[in-house]
Every structure is written in structure tokens, then in C-alpha cells.
């Protein structure tokens, strides 16, 4: 409970009252006592009022959130009287979700429902529920304001992204002059059906097309390419760092998932490995659905652990895995010297047979630091290390990439996208 400044300024009334009945004869001294009375009174039945009727409040958040990404949770709050009612509000969140805690003036006239809706953003897998909301209501004699805790009693599940529909079906469109046929129907799937155009071979004329619309035909062949794509997640210490509101990890798993989804539903195989030290995870290769619902049931399962990722060894269990040339995608850190340099031997004992390709994020903060105007004596110093750091992490790339490793460099946000370009060009120049 908390007073208004009506009841302030009846106390402060009441308070001098009783100060001149001090110096005023007997019959006014005890005079304050009724007013504090009826103030005390008045706030007795206001809070009976407030407890026993508490204002219904709900919140919905969607079952199913997706890491990372931004999600709407609605508060609803119905004034069942016959008055208009002030309230406000202040969400606390759990450490799973991040969003806008500041307080919130409602102004809900007399039977009405006031819905508002503010975005959250989940920051690990699992269940998370919405959290608390404290909310203060003015009582109907303007009084108090009287505190109460609404916490919410329905859980939502927080899974890996998934690709959007217009990322999903661009990813999958194919275009006739993308696929013009060097090659002729020797196991190719038959595309789409073209005009002829000058340098066309003349074995990819359709001549019972051409009869039927009176004009040279020619056959567009989509060659059918099936990839072996493994993922490879660091799960070590240094996948525990913030990059933005996600950890490192989670921004991987991110990846890993939306890339799983394509390559599934471009025919590929696809599995998961999750290294630290050892081996975590793992989802064998598989096609379809099924193969996917299983890596990113493991990619649920990854946690960051203590120690630090190894990839020779995790290069090793690679090998055991994969039998034909196959697509792995290390999503990892290099900036560490020791860390770049296994890396480097890791990439060398997959390159006879496999190609690797090696994302790793970019920080937001030290890319800043090396554009940031120095205002302090020490600021030099600190974009010199910047430099230094970004420095090292491009020379590791440079060195992978004279290894035969496809190196993608990026931030938070870019990231995502680059390693999913990477894979569709690559799997666009047949270059596994």
C-alpha cells in the first residue's frame, strides 16, 4: 500500500490539528481524533474493496518462442466495475527473457477490457514462463494505491529459429538459366520447359514440344545433387561470452538450425556433432524430417561446459562418421592463438576428403572500440588491443582459407545469413 497525496495531505491536516489542540482548551484537544478515525476508516474499506475484488489479469505468450527472436506477450486487464480505475504496472522478467521493465499508467473506464502488447525476446532454450507482474490499483476513495503480484502460471517452450517462408522459398527457388543444361538427360530431372536461345545444343531440343507450340523447344535439366552437411558446434567455455543478448552458443545453435532446415529441404543429408573437450551430442546424418527433428532435439540439448573446445579431436570423431566427401560446418571460435592453431590441423586432416567451412562471430563491442573517438588517455591503448584482436582473428582466417577451408566471418547479425549464402553457393557450384 501507498498513500496518495489526498491522504498526505488529510494526515498533514490532521497532524496540525492535533499540534494547536496542544494550546487550546480541553474540549478541542482530542478533536484530531476524529478525522484520523475516518481516514483510518476509509483505508480499512478501501483495501476490504481492492482484496475482494481483484481486477482480472491475463498474460499470454505463444507455447512455442524461437531463441533470439523478438515475441509478443499480451496483457489483458478487465475493469468488471461500474467506475473507471487507474493502475500501474511493472513486468519482471526471468533470466530467460528480455524485455521492457519500466512502469506502465492504465486508465481502464467502467467495464471495458484494455489489452496491451509488448515484446520480449527469449534468451535460452527450454521452458521460461512470462514472469511477474506488480501491479498498484487506486482505491475507489482515492486513498491508497494497493500493490499486488499477478505471476504467471503457463510455461512456453523456447526452441531453435526457424527459416521464414520467404527465406525457405527462396532458398529453394530454382532458376532455368541458373541450371542451363551442359549436361543432358543422363539422371537429371527434367525443369522446365524453355525457347530456344542461340548457343542452346541442339540435343536439348524437345522436337515434340517444338511441333506442338510452333517454335523451337529446348528441356531445362535441375541436376539431382545430394550433400552430406554435418554440423560441428563448439560447446566450451568461450561459447559462454554474450554476443548481444544471446550467448555465443546460442547464436551457433541459431545457425545450425535454420542451415539444417534448408539443406533438409533441399534433399541433403544432414547430422550434428557438439564438442567441448569431448563429445556431447550427436545426431547421426539422415534425410527428411525426421533427421531434422533429431538435430534440433540435440541442438536443445547442447549446454555451454568448462572446458575448451578441441577441434582435432572433434576433427577425429568426424572422420569416423563420415564414409563419402561430405559439407562440415564448424561454428566456433579462432581469436584465441592456441585455439586457431588446432583449429588450422583440424581443417588439415579433413582436407583431402572433406570440404570444412569455419563460421565464427564477430564482437559487436571490439568493432566499435577501433572506430570509437578517443576522449581518454587510455583509449588509444584499447584500440590498439582491438585492432590486435581483429587482427589475429583475420590472419587465422586467411591462414584456413590457403588450407582449402571456406572461412565466414561475421556479427550477431550477419553471421546467420553469410554461412546460409556460403552453403547455397557452394552447393549451387557443386564444389562438395
Known sequence: MSLTRRSLFIALFIALLAIVGQWSPADIQSLWRYPAALLLFGLL???????????????????????????????????????????????????????????????IPAGELSTRTTMVTPLNLGSTGAGDLYTRVLGHLRLAWWSRKVTSSTLSRVVPRTLSRSEHAAGLLLSGERYTPSRFSSGDNLLALRDYRAGDPIKSIDWKATAKRGQPTVRVYAREQSLDVLLVIDAGRSSRLQAGRL???????NIAARLAQLACAHGDQIGLLGFSGQRLERAPLGHGARALQH???????????????????AAL??????RQRSLVVFLCEMEQREAAEQLA????????KHLAIVASLV????????????????????????????????????????LGTEVVLGTEDELDQRVIRRYQHLRSRQRV
Do not use: M
Open 45 to 107: 474499506l478501501e483495501g476490504l474493496r481492492t482484496r475482494s475484488n481483484p481486477l482480472p489479469v491475463r498474460r499470454t505468450l505463444d507455447e512455442q518462442l524461437a531463441l533470439g527472436e523478438p515475441q509478443p506477450l499480451h496483457i489483458e486487464i478487465h475493469n468488471p466495475s461500474t467506475r473507471p480505475i487507474a493502475i500501474r504496472t511493472q513486468a519482471r522478467y526471468p533470466d530467460t527473457l528480455h524485455g521492457n521493465e519500466s512502469p506502465e499508467q492504465w486508465t
Open 317 to 322: 570423431e568426424v572422420q569416423k562418421l563420415l
Open 247 to 253: 550467448t555465443r552458443l546460442n547464436h551457433y545453435i
Open 363 to 402: 564482437d559487436t563491442d571490439i568493432k566499435n572500440l577501433q572506430q570509437r573517438e578517443c576522449t581518454d588517455w587510455l583509449d588509444p591503448y584499447r584500440r590498439f588491443a582491438a585492432h590486435e584482436f581483429t587482427r589475429s582473428q583475420q590472419s587465422t582466417a586467411l591462414h584456413l582459407h590457403r
Open 295 to 313: 538435430v534440433r532435439n540435440g541442438l536443445g540439448q547442447l549446454q555451454s561446459r568448462p572446458d575448451d573446445f578441441n577441434p582435432i579431436a
Open 345 to 352: 590441423k583440424a581443417c588439415t586432416l579433413l582436407a583431402p
